[in-house]
């Protein structure tokens, strides 16, 4: 099993809008075409152009129907949820890891794989609570999001490009990188903001992702809610999302 190093003061995460996410998919694609080619965890496919295209995703997109709230008298909407590794602070994919392929970097806390020392036996997949690990049966080894770490550090790249490609891609800008561990960082203030929340902390492995809910929609006159506030909205959002996680 694998040791985690002592929690790091910098902790570098995600921060999605679900209230402005339309769905577009342009974070799964952008992330595939970046990744396709690099070097830090290297996607693969099988048959990409074919009639069943199959492979690894770092970064997938659902998209659920929510049914009207009476309670907070919210109408039905669509909402759309883009799911990747949650960077989490004390993450169950590495303790489990029995060869330390997966790891858990203590300068800013990115979970990576170690391909090398992956022997594909999917105990990680299997203990990670969010669906966020992928395995390649082309390379039979364990894969998933590196945060774009051949990114964020390429000193080769405009400065402005130092960023995940999932986030320079979202036209909505539904998607923030940041340091998550900095209460006056940029994300942090966001998620202070618009009340983030992170997925089923009850579990304990304290994801460090953050998910900011959709604002309260506006219906017909007759069903404008009085006191939904945007925390009412919040927390059906993460009542919700954390039901559709544990199923
Ligand atoms: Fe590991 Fe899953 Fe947490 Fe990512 S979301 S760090 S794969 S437990
Ligand atoms: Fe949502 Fe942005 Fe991803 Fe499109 S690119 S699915 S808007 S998060």
Not at 2 to 16: C, H, R, W
Not at 102 to 122: F, N, P, W
Not at 134 to 154: F, H, Q
Not at 196 to 201: D, E, H, K, S
Request: hydrophobic share 30%; aromatic share 6%; with cysteine.
């Amino acid at each position: 099993m694998t040791a985690l190093p002592p929690p790091s003061k910098k902790k570098l995460g995600l921060v999605i809008d679900l209230d402005t996410c339309v769905g577009c998919h342009a974070c799964a694609t952008s992330c595939k075409e970046w990744n396709a080619g690099g070097i830090a965890g290297p996607l693969t496919d099988e048959r990409p152009y074919g009639k069943d295209p199959q492979g690894v995703w770092f970064n997938r997109v659902h998209s659920y129907e929510l049914e009207a709230d009476v309670a907070t008298k919210q109408p039905a909407q669509t909402l759309h949820f883009p799911r990747s590794c949650l960077h989490c602070e004390t993450p169950a994919c590495v303790t489990v890891c029995p060869t330390g392929a997966s790891y858990k970097r203590a300068e800013d806390g990115i979970v990576l794989v170690d391909e090398d020392k992956c022997i594909g036996c999917k105990l990680c997949s299997w203990a990670c609570p969010y669906g966020a690990r992928e395995y390649s049966a082309v390379e039979g080894v364990m894969k998933k999001c590196t945060l774009c770490v051949d990114r964020i550090y390429n000193d080769k790249l405009d400065e402005v490009d130092r960023q995940p490609a999932c986030v320079q891609a979202c036209p909505t800008r539904a998607r923030h990188f940041g340091d998550l561990g900095d209460p006056e960082s940029d994300v942090s203030k966001l998620v202070a903001e618009r009340n983030g929340v992170a997925l089923m902390p009850d579990l304990g492995y304290a994801p460090v992702n953050r998910y900011l809910p959709p604002r309260p929609r506006r219906a017909g006159d007759e069903t404008q809610p009085e006191n939904a506030t945007q925390n009412d909205a919040g927390n059906l959002a993460s009542r919700w999302l954390n039901r559709i996680l544990k199923r």
